[in-house]
């Protein structure tokens, strides 16, 4: 049976349920630009993917419909990007945590595909742990900035043992983002686009700061050239492992 809850009848959430799949992963991503050559919903793409491994690693786990937009304004100068404000991303969170409980989820996974969501996510399960906590529901987070560079680290360091490591300190569009797609909507990735992205050091609040565009006129951070999809399998899979362990 699939563990996508939205594949999913409401009886056979409950027979789920009752069978001990009692955690609910809530994976959150973006619609935004992705460079010329990836469209804007690849952070969602791998939300899916990365999410959809940590339910099958987890065993005990279901994994909700990925939420997006995110918080992306600093890709708004790029045309086709969406973004909501931090309160209402959390609020939406809030709410999808707030949804399930009552079913008998017991532990909550949050987790996001896009480095943009990361402080905003913290926000969200501080808040959960407060409210829900007390009721004896589990709230786990892989969020704030260290895990936004462990995020970045796992997949960097994928990409790296098929020989194709990034010089740059934020990813985006890059070669473990493309290879990931090419992976999962290998026909949405416009190969003949590549272009190399800003590379070297970056600031991640100049950037946060100054918009993506300012930092890369195409919007890629990285250098997407050497993609493929055995890459993209290897990105998922390291990332996943590296979020499941944190969350056992």
Same mark, same amino acid.
């Given at each position: 049976?699939?563990?996508?809850?939205?594949?999913?009848?409401?009886?056979?959430?409950?027979?789920?349920?009752?069978?001990?799949?009692?955690?609910?992963?809530?994976?959150?991503?973006?619609?935004?630009?992705?460079?010329?050559?990836?469209?804007?919903?690849?952070?969602?793409?791998?939300?899916?993917?990365?999410?959809?491994?940590?339910?099958?690693?987890?065993?005990?786990?279901?994994?909700?419909?990925?939420?997006?937009?995110?918080?992306?304004?600093?890709?708004?100068?790029?045309?086709?990007?969406?973004?909501?404000?931090?309160?209402?991303?959390?609020?939406?969170?809030?709410?999808?945590?707030?949804?399930?409980?009552?079913?008998?989820?017991?532990?909550?996974?949050? #987790?996001?595909?896009?480095? +943009?969501?990361? %402080?905003?996510?913290?926000? /969200?399960?501080?808040?959960?742990? *407060? !409210?829900?906590?007390?009721?004896?529901?589990?709230?786990?987070?892989?969020?704030?900035?260290?895990?936004?560079?462990?995020?970045?680290?796992?997949?960097?360091?994928?990409?790296?043992?098929?020989?194709?490591?990034?010089?740059?300190?934020?990813?985006?569009?890059?070669?473990?983002?493309?290879?990931?797609?090419?992976?999962?909507?290998?026909?949405?990735?416009?190969?003949?686009?590549?272009?190399?992205?800003?590379?070297?050091?970056?600031?991640?609040?100049?950037?946060?700061?100054?918009?993506?565009?300012?930092?890369?006129?195409?919007?890629? #951070?990285?250098?997407?050239? +050497?993609?493929? %999809?055995?890459?993209?399998? /290897?990105?998922?899979?390291?990332? *996943? !492992?590296?979020?499941?362990?944190?969350?056992?």
């Amino acid at each position: 049976m699939s563990l996508l809850l939205e594949e999913l009848s409401w009886t056979d959430v409950q027979r789920l349920i009752e069978g001990g799949k009692r955690t609910a992963i809530v994976m959150t991503a973006s619609m935004e630009q992705h460079g010329p050559h990836l469209p804007t919903m690849t952070d969602t793409a791998i939300g899916y993917a990365v999410g959809l491994r940590v339910a099958e690693k987890l065993g005990d786990a279901l994994l909700a419909p990925v939420i997006r937009p995110g918080c992306s304004d600093h890709h708004l100068a790029f045309p086709g990007t969406l973004s909501i404000p931090e309160p209402v991303f959390i609020e939406t969170v809030v709410g999808c945590v707030r949804s399930l409980v009552p079913h008998g989820f017991t532990r909550f996974v949050l #987790l996001s595909s896009h480095g +943009g969501n990361f %402080a905003a996510l913290e926000k /969200a399960a501080n808040g959960l742990r *407060a !409210e829900f906590g007390p009721k004896g529901v589990t709230i786990v987070d892989f969020a704030g900035r260290e895990a936004l560079k462990e995020t970045m680290a796992a997949m960097i360091g994928a990409a790296a043992k098929f020989g194709r490591p990034q010089d740059v300190d934020a990813i985006h569009a890059d070669v473990t983002e493309t290879s990931v797609l090419l992976a999962r909507h290998g026909h949405l990735v416009k190969m003949d686009r590549l272009e190399i992205g800003k590379m070297g050091r970056i600031d991640l609040d100049e950037l946060l700061a100054k918009g993506l565009r300012a930092i890369t006129p195409n919007g890629i #951070l990285g250098d997407p050239h +050497g993609a493929t %999809a055995e890459i993209g399998e /290897a990105v998922v899979e390291a990332l *996943a !492992e590296r979020i499941a362990v944190a969350v056992r």
